[in-house]
């Protein structure tokens, strides 16, 4: 009479590449892609995961392994999942699929993750102009909790989440996908839009055959060879989800996911032990492998119903989410504030995005006075559970955003007080060369 | 031996006009506008304000008074004040003034607010081109909470705040100001951030003589005419803080000020009994009159112990805060997700600008099924306690914004349903020139 | 249009004696103490209310106050207020009233308050046996926070609330008090249940004419001698709700209080700035004079739909409450644990009382090693926001008790490490006598 | 250089006996039980366990089993562990052993519970004079959620954590429990305080060699027979810890438990998924098979440093908790309150114990009128996240408890409304009989 623990639909071996799972993974967005698995609606079942790299990081104290990482081959996925009703038909387009994580966490036997941000020339992050080396550091979790070797006196519950949940896009969607990045790509250059400040990093990531995985379909074939060319890659979040790296997403929490083609085809991956609200060193979670346990159902027609589209097709739609219940808990914050004027001096129009970045520098600048490097402290704020806030969007010329650090992370005060601080001198001078490589 | 109840440094007579008071406001940061009050540090002391239109909004059903407002007379505020130690020696530049918000509230006596949208002539707002009227809903106070006439069926408790806080800046900072904002307003159309999906609403508030107060300073007179010339509008947050609308500054925050000038010469004003992040209506906030009770530490030394430079002097830095201890509490949030691909379908580069209104049009829009206009809608994100959050900013191109919206504070479920939605139909057809003008 | 400030209608000056009042005060329950004002359910009104002894503890250093208290005179409440419905008809017995408490917050003008322990011969208290004497700390109201200069190094934000609210007991449910508890005065001692290592506290309060006052009923009457014959003591809490001392009834929530005869006859007082569960030195939230800001609305037939009598007849119901959004957040604790085995070393049976008490002294000690007296931790746990909880109560023979304290209202880190704890030695040696006396 | 997974310390099979798993459980306290295992302090090691009846009820529609259990074999507890310090010195007495749950979970493959009530002549529970029989709930985890056939339209979140955790006793130490619990059983009906309302369960449970597991040591041995004789059951929550059944000892809390013998030999059992304070059905938590994950430090001579006796020797001690940070987040509580009035209408002195029994009792009825049998009310207010607390202990003659339980665990507003409730009449006539025999 009892429900069965949750059937593991999508299983992981760690020691094989993900490609040579006896479900293969893939790294693409594509209505092609073909479902390794079933599910019906109302049950509980388990996806395991890679990291998102693949196994290309190593558990040690070398940054070696993040300078020399592609891009072009992330990021593994599960999936995808095709899902049926109770009567056994598949999703239809224009239904909205409800996922909901049950629970989740690291792989058992693999309790660890990494924090890493990239080389200017391959990939940077959102302070790549401040911090051009790759970096890395390593957390063990004990539990709930995260700490790292690489950055003592540090350790905090995570707020665990997959960064990247999605559906499959229908062949439009997909094209639209492709022309808008396309566009940026030949003629950001050119463009008023442009984020300048926040350095040349790569305009966009194109469809590649190069590292390209497609799960079950085998490469080199005709067909392979088509998909490639033509599936987007996992990069950026979309209409359909996928990187969206929102880190209340945790346990308890549901997403509504427009379904674009029969059946849904779920998949999921990128699976993050914790993350700070804007993931900034963009390797910048603390990556690891992971579990999921998923319970979904349909809503007929639900896309129509609560998702309007906000562009010019049905298909310029976002999903929508519920938070969980069980969310770490702080009562302490110390925020850092930052407005749309860069480190140049220079006025920026309402941009929120200049705003944050100045925000993040204040609050590494601060807490590197307490006995820590700024590498180190780029890290943390990528990977533990603070808060980026649009606090004012309106007053011109100048967006305000916020980020929110709980101070209860550190084994030390962090607040401002009369007397100077002192702290515990941790940090030898730790030059990212030096630490790391 | 008992410590008095709060000394009123700054009182306010409703009944007269802003610089009618007996110690009267201004609406200008400037270091030359004299101090009202002194204040010593450990001192709880309590100041007035009236809201931030001086009273030019009026509690009625019209959004006239809304359309013709004159925002060169804003922000009226109260102020300066000069801190000075407990030996009695005055605030230095260079020191740190920590400014504990014990108290606020209301102005006893007149328990109401009002959160409006400007025309788009008039300064617009963060969707100006999707809302160009002005609107109006007015707010009235059962204690901790807020309910609206114009918007049926919600009622909250308020997350009340000061819009502004800040300390005069000096003649330098105001120099640096008063030449990044003209370099905008000058050459921003032909510039590369512009930020121009967010419609062309003013680039900059340059000083102005038009609307001038300065307090004590008679108008007309040769100082007047000399300050008003050069005093920095009141309306974008800066180094100072100054109009931040940080909705947590609330109940048992602290702000960590830096001074620029000898006392620093606090002022406070624009008050909010609630806002949601980024106060998206421009005039978002539920405004309304109300009192402050403060409580000042200075940190003598503390602006370079604690505050950065993030710029080209050692003026630019940011102030920080602490989170206070009492913010009402939700634990049920629908999230609405944004990315940085524009109503038209135009891909922008990692702008959480985009990002966010994308998630802002999303959320009016669903929230719209459930018997509201986007009117409605769109004035109540603007003030009711939402949190906009900047969920990922690295994933190229596409930059991810969130709004999280506590759904206990309407009378009715609003999270998806199997079943399609019937409302309470409130809203009949309420365009903006009906329902309000 | 708008709503007018809350309609004040019971006013309160604290240079008069209560019973001298515009509204004279009452300290009884009784059926024939008339109303003193009248409102009508969705009108927000406003009560003043003096301190529970009005007015006999004064802000000074000593004592002697306490030890002369005379507790026949006590708790001086406010109202009784007669509540109409819409159409102006009075609630009727078997309603249900719900009183939303808006607002609340000290007497303005009159910031402080005071937690005191009584003397073993004069009322006592939960630990009257270890701390006999009489003892007092004054609080000092800064906003939201409260400290005390006979306790140093801790400082918390309030969890306002009033120890009393009720409705007048009709007089069947007058004489089931009476009797039930002349029956505990009369044979306690001879009987099972004596909680008698509670040490021999007074055991019940009967009807005494000694101190009553009546509110507008002229003493000396025969009106007033016999009510004053017969009237309930306002100390314990009863079927009325009355003197329920629970400390989340704060702003925000909701009492639905049983209506016993026709207009409820609702009456209110004995603000708290703050209590810990148990309020365990009997006199022990901060004690203060203060408002409430109420609304009701009245349940037709709602005692009977949401009352169920638990008891020998219909009148033997409890109120019923829901919680406010805005209680003060604390996310660490620190919890002492009690079983029921008192100090002799005795087993009880399932008693939660004596385990909490248990857990009381538990953490009386344990606090003590941080640099304080016994008797001020006393004290502050009677006042500070601490959280009573029966943890286990069916493990025959332990009752286990817990009793959680937030660490966070120290200035000090209290909870145990590796090293020995050097606390502030704040305390010189501070027995009551000494101290306060 | 990675730690390893928690190192698997105490395996469990859930097809064999607690008694013959590789490493045999015990069901008693004393001193001569022999280790199981060693771990060294700041090692993360897991635990697994066995539900607290070792296996005696079945995941099934009938109660038969609950009525047919026998008290004398439980609880089957896993352990005792030596701890050693950092060189591989065991902990001593007199030292602290604080025990950080870094995670904690049901036994992979084995996802449910149950919540029964126990037959009056069987145990009974806190309310078994008005519940007499047998009943059942079992309860199926859905990730964090859990959910009930037999009580449909409530899901919650679990506060999992271990009913039991605990030292070993020395001989001292069990000389005075076996001592002081004998006197109660053997005087007790003699008394002055029986807690007699709460109906004549057993007093206590006395030592028996009846359905006694000594782990390694082998049945029927002489050193079986004699230890047999003199350990001290698992029931009560005593010095040692033991069954304190703390809700909020969930991951990431730690507990200081005082040592009392060389290794200190900790011991933990009773999982629970979830439990209301006062765990109130007896049975009453969601009981499973389940796993710890624990880390250990040792506080040398930390039982002197931080826990003064309170009772007539040294050894007159409890333990201290510290609260983690993931607890399930309610922010809406409905509040029953009792008062110490039995429902005879008989007065109790102060009596804790009997007014949490008539708040409880009134959560009861009030909640059965939203469909559901008292029968499986009392079910669910034993094992959903609710709190009972002592609000006043002072007001003599009444205690006053509360009972807070969080509305949105239910599918339905259970709010009291100015209509009439009408619920979804899930329930039938639920006697126990009927549903689950």
């Not at 040579?20 to 079942?45: C, D, M, S, Y």
């Not at 944050?356 to 704020?381: C, H, P, T, W």
């Not at 011109?396 to 601080?421: C, E, W, Y």
Request: proline share 8%; with cysteine.
């Amino acid at each position: 009479m009892a429900p069965s623990t949750p059937r593991l639909v999508v299983p992981v071996d760690l020691k094989k590449k993900p490609w040579e799972q006896t479900l293969p993974l893939h790294n693409r967005w594509h209505p092609g892609i073909p479902p390794v698995a079933e599910i019906k609606v109302r049950e509980v079942f388990r996806v395991e995961m890679v990291d998102w790299t693949g196994g290309m990081i190593k558990d040690n104290d070398s940054a070696i392994d993040v300078k020399a990482i592609d891009l072009s081959s992330v990021h593994y996925l599960s999936g995808p999942i095709r899902v049926l009703d109770e009567e056994g038909n598949p999703a239809q387009p224009g239904d909205l699929l409800a996922v909901e994580i049950c629970n989740l966490g690291p792989l058992p036997g693999d309790e660890w993750g990494f924090t890493a941000s990239f080389d200017r020339e391959n990939g940077g992050g959102f302070l790549t102009d401040h911090f051009p080396c790759a970096t890395k550091a390593i957390w063990y979790f004990e539990g709930i909790f995260a700490y790292s070797p690489q950055i003592p006196g540090v350790r905090f519950p995570g707020l665990t989440h997959p960064g990247i949940v999605g559906t499959a896009p229908s062949r439009d969607l997909l094209n639209i996908w492709n022309d808008r990045e396309r566009e940026v790509e030949e003629n950001g250059l050119k463009q008023l839009k442009l984020c300048e400040v926040l350095h040349s990093r790569p305009l966009a990531n194109l469809p590649s055959t190069k590292g390209c995985h497609l799960g079950k379909i085998q490469k080199g074939t005709p067909e392979w060879e088509k998909i490639a060319t033509e599936a987007a890659r996992t990069i950026p979040g979309r209409e359909n989800g996928g990187n969206c790296d929102i880190k209340n997403l945790s346990r308890g929490s549901k997403v509504y996911l427009p379904v674009f083609i029969e059946g849904a085809n779920l998949s999921t991956g990128d699976m993050h032990f914790s993350q700070g609200d804007g993931e900034i060193a963009f390797c910048g979670a603390i990556e690891m492998s992971g579990f999921l346990e998923l319970k979904c159902e349909i809503i007929k027609g639900g896309m129509k119903e609560y998702l309007t589209p906000m562009g010019p097709t049905p298909l310029h739609v976002n999903p929508i989410f519920e938070i969980g219940p069980v969310e770490p808990r702080f009562s302490e914050w110390l925020v850092f504030e930052g407005i749309s004027v860069d480190e140049s001096g220079r006025q920026h129009y309402l941009d929120a995005s200049v705003a944050y970045k100045r925000a993040v520098l204040n609050a590494i600048d601060y807490l590197s006075k307490f006995g820590y490097s700024k590498e180190q402290m780029y890290l943390l704020l990528s990977c533990c559970p603070c808060e980026g806030r649009i606090s004012g969007i309106v007053d011109s010329p100048n967006a305000v955003a916020t980020l929110a650090v709980p101070t209860s992370i550190f084994d030390q005060d962090i607040r401002p007080k009369t007397k100077v601080p002192v702290g515990p001198q941790t940090g030898e001078d730790t030059g990212c060369a030096k630490m790391h490589l």
